[in-house]
């Protein structure tokens, strides 16, 4: 069972993974922790590929907030949709 915990214990060990990956240097740091995040997520917690999509949607849905989209738009100098979802 995946509680909130687990999720972010994911979240942290797939970056520090992504972080000792050589990479080209064109290739975007968010780009590799994503693909590293989807292949533990294949091989370690298949079982919880589903509670892992749910804690991630959960937690997106607290992040839509007016005041983290105002610091977006301020740091960005602008930010629609797409801009606020990488922020």
């Not at 290739?27 to 294949?42: G, K, N, P, W």
Request: overall charge negative.
């Amino acid at each position: 069972m995946m509680d909130d915990k687990l999720f972010w214990s994911i979240i942290d060990a797939s970056r520090k993974r992504a972080s000792e990956l050589p990479r080209a240097r064109s290739q975007d740091f968010s780009d590799l922790h994503e693909r590293t995040l989807a292949e533990m997520l294949r091989t370690e917690f298949p079982e919880g590929v589903a509670e892992f999509n749910a804690w991630f949607w959960h937690f997106h849905r607290q992040a839509y907030r007016w005041d983290l989209w105002g610091a977006a738009y301020w740091l960005g100098g602008g930010c629609g949709d797409d801009g606020f979802t990488d922020f």
